[in-house]
């Protein structure tokens, strides 16, 4: 579930070209079940609709300190209702009102009256965000607590490139979505593994698995936001969240070498990595040429990670493993969960359309070792990510 789901989060916008966009935030943050209050300037309403917004929040657009002739003081009870303040596009101005304490309408008064997180999304042309009245004002406000998104590289408005634009929408939503996010790990050290590992044949051939690695990386993301201290043993080095450490593997080996050395210490361990059964016995050092005939391959078993770390399980310890099954999902998980001595298994059909591999979305079904099941229909990998952690932050016991 979205941590924004049921909340009440108070959308600023002001008047930027980008004030289009914020449109789209408001669309997603109602779509994730956000209860959303738009509130427009003067400056907004300029470059878009009040009817726009009206129609696509949880409640007509809120333009003036003296639009409503029921609330005196809309600022005060905007103030208060908001679990989040976010003003996206955030002008120049707007930055300077919110460090200075400023309140000439409704948005800076709402500012003004709230103890709820603040994230701000600036956006301007380059030479007004460089100068550094602008960057000593967004360094205070970064310093007070404010979450400051972006701006990002991009065309600018009236044709020009460079540093300014607002961050994308989706990217402005996490940013929420993050100050929303309950400190369920915080203080906690978890380990996570993704991706599929590639096991050499010769020197440019390997054997490999059609994982992605978004599964494991959308874990990560989600633990670090969850304030968990994150490790994740990938070989998918590219997806992986700023927010984790990354230890960047191949195969097999790498892999268990590298979760040998940080399991130890983890409060939980998420094994989402497709690892390989078994490796070819004989790698060539050397590229195969196809005229000296078809090579025999022999293969031969590698290590089983998750089987080790479950049986040397240090008290405490939570440990996950995933099983992509084609066939008899749950007996296949359970024999898994009760073998490799689990906490948790991730079960999955990849046989199903949209399920799992090279996917954003992904449909598992849960299985605990207290017996208990748990199905979680198609959804984004990030969602699929928040109901194991949410399981995992349950199975740990008291912080000492
Ligand atoms: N795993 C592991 N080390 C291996 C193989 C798998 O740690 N050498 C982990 C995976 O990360 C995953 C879980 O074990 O969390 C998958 O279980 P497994 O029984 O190995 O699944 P499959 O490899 O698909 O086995 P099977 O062929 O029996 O389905």
């Not at 310093?143 to 540093?163: F, H, N, Q």
């Not at 590698?302 to 240090?314: H, V």
């Not at 073998?339 to 949209?354: G, T």
Request: some cysteine; overall charge negative.
């Amino acid at each position: 579930m979205s941590p924004v789901r049921g909340r009440c989060i108070v959308l600023g916008v002001t008047g930027g070209i980008a004030a289009y966009k914020a449109a789209e935030v408001c669309r997603r943050l109602v779509g994730a079940g956000a209860h959303v209050v738009p509130v427009l300037t003067a400056g907004a309403l300029r470059m878009v609709g009040e009817t726009t917004f009206s129609a696509l929040a949880s409640e007509p657009a809120v333009t003036s300190l003296w639009s409503d002739p029921s609330s005196a003081i809309p600022h005060t009870s905007l103030g208060r209702r908001a679990d989040a303040v976010v003003v996206c596009p955030a002008t120049a101005r707007l930055i300077s009102d919110l460090r200075t304490g400023r309140s000439g309408d409704v948005l800076t008064a709402t500012l003004l009256a709230t103890r709820a997180p603040v994230i701000v999304a600036p956006a301007m042309h380059t030479e007004m965000w460089e100068q550094p009245s602008v960057q000593d004002n967004v360094a205070v406000l970064a310093e007070r607590g404010v979450t400051i998104v972006g701006p990002v590289e991009g065309p600018l408005a009236g044709g020009d490139i460079g540093s300014g634009r607002m961050a994308e929408p989706a990217e402005i939503v996490t940013a929420i979505e993050a100050v929303l996010t309950p400190q369920s790990l915080a203080g906690r050290r978890v380990l996570v593994t993704s991706g599929g590992t590639r096991e050499p044949i010769d020197a440019v051939r390997f054997v490999g698995n059609r994982s992605s690695g978004k599964q494991g990386a959308a874990v990560a993301s989600e633990a670090a936001a969850r304030g968990a201290e994150v490790v994740l043993v990938t070989t998918e080095p590219d997806r992986a969240p700023a927010a984790a450490r990354v230890v960047a593997v191949e195969t097999a080996a790498e892999m268990a070498a590298a979760v040998e050395l940080e399991a130890p210490g983890a409060d939980a361990v998420v094994m989402a990595a497709a690892v390989a059964d078994f490796r070819p016995a004989r790698p060539a050092g050397t590229k195969l040429k196809k005229g000296l005939g078809v090579p025999a391959l022999e293969l031969q078993p590698t290590r089983d990670i998750l089987a080790s770390l479950g049986a040397s399980k240090s008290p405490g310890q939570v440990l996950v493993g995933f099983a992509a099954e084609t066939e008899d999902l749950e007996t296949n998980a359970l024999i898994k969960l009760r073998s490799k001595n689990l906490d948790v298994i991730v079960a999955n059909d990849v046989s199903k359309e949209h399920v799992g591999f090279g996917h954003d979305t992904n449909e598992i079904v849960m299985y605990t070792a207290d017996g208990a099941r748990h199905h979680v229909p198609l959804t984004t990998k990030q969602e699929a990510a928040r109901v194991v952690l949410d399981k995992v932050a349950a199975l740990m016991p008291e912080a000492p």
